[in-house]
């Protein structure tokens, strides 16, 4: 066995959901697994999009000899524009993730600066010390891949995201031969998705949502509107399937339904039969029952096609009494409150709303592996060392019970989280140390010069003087504020001194007393007083200008 040591460094998404990226390293050569993003939780308003630090990647600039994508969702390649922005490197993936990412990088206008290589399963490749040979894996979404790194002390395997679809509706199969193949040679560390490994049994196949979509297209007398993830090629190819034999002619609303759907059509993975596509315009010159609405927005983002439908506020998109509307999606945990306004905004306009709500058959299935599938890829696998990726604490810590149970089809399981430098050398595998790892968040400029004066600001203030977030609780039945205020600080001076937080505090109760019921039930308007009387407080009190931002929860 050569001297030297395999570094492996997840930079995001090992304890936490999204942001999937990772560094692997030997010697003056890195490559970079996936650079996903996050979706911002509510709490940071006016946030984008969130990605990783990838300060480790720029200290060591000149050694990063590679991206390499594992398929083309957001939390694995949301991140290339901004790592590319500061970064540019070579950019490995297959034919579909590379249309996605042209895309984006057009969208950024990076795409001209680019390199861009097309990768196909089963073919290596070599990047610096490494070769790579792409293997092809089922997923929700087409042409995604694990990648098995050849390295200088052996071979580690990094799943990707996956499921085990026996019947992928692109007939394109997961190769389990490669993993088997692999497993007899033997290999040195499995990383592999724990997203589902709560899951007991198997995750149905991509197929088992047709039988739900027959049922739905034979029932609905009036327009038939269908929502799911616009990366959903699967979903998107079986309703137009359906809707070409059930005689409904398909529009496509939202912009990323017909990006998505034209990349598919592109590449070969949808067909759709001519004249069978009609202008979101020409909706209402069809009968209801003639008509396929494929509309983006399952999340209840409330400016996607879907919400504004809801609402009655689409141009094109009009859903009216006894009209159906599918959600074919699952309810990302988060948007849980978004996503059921809008159904219930849906139900208010009497359509049919079909949701994942547990029945069967299923309107909806996952695209990662449940816990039977997880442990037929460790036994084929057979790893020295296992190691679980994609999840929050809670996930990646079951799947590692999961693996130990395993005697005799893995060696040991390590637990590392983003930030870990995981090495394996001559004598074995262990944590080494940590690097700098942590979320950026990025807001998109594209608002009008006064708010981005604000934003600058904002931001000012934050850098100088910090954050004070009174949090103030209100009954949302009665309107009364419940218990004492709390205040929150970050980056702020005036903390420590002596009963300055109780005084605060009291500004605000004070706040709170002197207004009148009117004033509190308007959140503007009670938020602006507290912001006001606090702020002249504090700068009567310290001299700092901290951005103050009340919160009212409504509980
Ligand atoms: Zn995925
Ligand atoms: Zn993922």
Not at 140 to 151: E, K, P, Q
Not at 337 to 355: S, T
Request: charged share 25%.
């Amino acid at each position: 066995m050569p001297a030297g040591k395999l570094q492996v460094v997840p930079l995001g998404g090992l304890g936490e959901f999204g942001m999937n990226c990772m560094a692997v390293r030997w010697g003056e050569d890195i490559i970079v697994i996936d650079a996903g993003l996050m979706f911002p939780e509510a709490e940071l308003l006016g946030v984008d999009i969130v990605v990783p630090d990838i300060s480790f990647l720029l200290e060591n600039r000149s050694q990063v000899r590679a991206i390499i994508l594992t398929h083309g969702h957001e939390d694995h390649i949301g991140a290339l524009p901004s790592v590319l922005t500061e970064l540019n490197v070579p950019v490995y993936a297959t034919e579909f993730t590379l249309a996605y990412v042209e895309n984006k990088l057009e969208e950024h206008g990076l795409l001209d600066d680019a390199q861009l290589i097309e990768i196909e399963p089963g073919k290596r490749f070599t990047v610096g010390v490494f070769t790579i040979n792409p293997i092809r894996v089922t997923h929700s979404l087409v042409d995604c891949v694990a990648l098995a790194i050849h390295t200088p002390i052996g071979v580690i395997i990094h799943t990707g995201d996956f499921k085990v679809d026996p019947t992928p509706t692109d007939n394109r199969l997961f190769d389990l031969h490669a993993f088997a193949e692999y497993g007899k040679e033997g290999v040195l560390a499995l990383f592999q998705d724990s997203t589902n490994v709560e899951r007991p049994g198997y995750t149905p196949s991509e197929r088992a949502v047709r039988r739900k979509f027959e049922e739905v297209f034979s029932m609905t007398e009036r327009r038939l509107f269908i929502a799911c993830f616009s990366s959903s090629i699967h979903r998107i190819k079986l309703a137009i399937d359906l809707a070409w034999e059930n005689g409904r002619k398909v529009a496509l609303v939202g912009r990323s339904m017909s990006e998505s759907t034209e990349i598919a059509q592109d590449l070969g993975y949808i067909d759709i039969p001519d004249g069978l596509l009609i202008h979101p315009g020409d909706i209402k010159k069809y009968p209801p029952n003639k008509v396929c609405v494929m509309i983006s927005g399952t999340q209840g983002e409330p400016m996607s096609a879907l919400s504004r439908a809801a609402v009655d506020n689409h141009k094109h998109a009009k859903i009216e009494k006894d009209d159906t509307v599918v959600l074919s999606s699952r309810i990302i945990p988060g948007n849980e409150k978004g996503i059921y306004r809008m159904i219930d905004h849906l139900f208010r306009r009497e359509a049919h709303v079909i949701y994942d709500d547990g029945s069967n058959p299923p309107i909806h299935v996952s695209g990662h592996a449940s816990q039977e599938e997880l442990k037929l890829i460790i036994n084929l696998v057979k790893p020295r060392y296992f190691i679980p990726i994609h999840g929050e604490y809670r996930q990646l810590k079951r799947h590692a019970e999961l693996a130990t149970s395993m005697h005799g089809a893995v060696g040991s399981v390590m637990m590392i989280e983003s930030g870990d430098i995981l090495e394996f050398d001559e004598l074995g595998a262990r944590k080494a140390g940590r690097v700098n790892v942590g979320r950026v968040c990025i807001d998109s400029n594209s608002m009008g010069d006064v708010v981005e004066e604000l934003i600058i600001r904002d931001r000012r203030h934050l850098s100088e003087d910090g954050i004070v977030l009174p949090i103030i609780a209100i009954n949302k039945l009665t309107g009364r504020v419940e218990g004492p205020p709390e205040i929150v600080t970050r980056g702020f001076a005036g903390v420590g001194e002596n009963g300055f937080m109780e005084d605060a505090r009291n500004v605000v109760v004070n706040t709170l007393d002197i207004s009148s019921a009117e004033e509190k039930a308007d959140y503007g308007v009670i938020k602006e007083k507290i912001r006001q009387d606090l702020k002249r407080f504090i700068v009567k009190n310290t001299s700092r200008r901290p951005l103050i931002m009340p919160v009212i929860l409504e509980i």
